[in-house]
């Protein structure tokens, strides 16, 4: 079955301080991938998302290459604020018709920033 | 547009009792969803729904019931509360259609407690 691993956290970063968070995946074939920002006491809002292979996904100066050949989906931000503070979900979505496509979200990684 | 609501945000329950959560959402939305989130395991789908009188189960569907009579509405049922159900409960919607890219949108989220 579909499968997504993060790093584990928590990751703490001083303010503009660079920022990766690993994501790599098990899937069959060409899955859509997402990651998905969660501040604290709200739901999961999108934060960018890949659809084919070599795509860059890109918001709020975050962004995540689609790498097929190492099944990775990276998410990078050059210069992290107090306000990035927050657990960040990596997902992708099956292959099925779309209609019923289901996501698998990773076990998430808080990232804490401070001043 | 309010998006996908969710009542309660908070509960607590005692073992063996039953109650509804409710989740509702205003964008015409065919496919709802609901997840538990739980430390260390991300977010797991329980049972998911791509239309009107039409759901199926997701990964986490035993201690659930879920029906869809309108496509706004979508209510998880717990039958009989169990120690296991406490968690994050969060409600989800998207399009349908032929691309499994869909932004999923995610409500608050009810912290449901269950001694």
């Known amino acids: 079955g579909n499968s997504v691993t993060q790093m584990e956290g928590p990751v703490t970063l001083s303010e503009e301080a660079f920022l990766t968070i690993n994501c790599t995946y098990t899937a069959t074939g060409y899955p859509s991938l997402f990651w998905y920002v969660q501040y604290p006491g709200e739901g999961l809002q999108l934060l960018l998302k890949a659809t084919k292979a070599d795509d860059k996904g890109s918001n709020k100066g975050f962004e995540a290459t689609y790498r097929k050949e190492t099944t990775s989906f990276h998410l990078e931000k050059g210069s992290v604020q107090v306000s990035d503070s927050a657990v960040y979900f990596c997902?992708?979505?099956?292959?099925?018709?779309?209609?019923?496509?289901?996501?698998?979200f990773g076990t998430g990684t808080r990232l804490q920033v401070t001043l | 547009n309010a998006g996908v609501t969710q009542t309660p945000k908070f509960q607590v329950l005692k073992t063996g009792q039953s109650m509804t959560l409710q989740c509702a959402q205003d964008?015409?939305?065919?496919?709802m969803s609901w997840y538990r989130q739980d430390p260390g395991m991300g977010l797991r789908l329980i049972h998911y729904?791509?239309?009107?009188?039409?759901?199926d189960q997701g990964e986490v569907p035993n201690g659930y019931n879920v029906s869809r009579s309108t496509t706004e509405d979508f209510p998880l049922r717990l039958l009989s509360a169990a120690p296991s159900q406490t968690s994050v409960y969060f409600c989800?919607?998207?399009?349908?259609?032929?691309?499994?890219?869909?932004?999923?949108?995610f409500g608050p989220g009810t912290r449901l407690t269950v001694t």
């Open positions: 729904s791509v239309g009107a009188g039409i759901t």
């Open positions: 964008m015409n939305h065919e496919y």
């Open positions: 989800a919607s998207r399009l349908t259609g032929g691309a499994s890219s869909y932004e999923q949108y």
């Open positions: 997902a992708l979505s099956d292959l099925d018709t779309g209609t019923a496509s289901k996501l698998t």
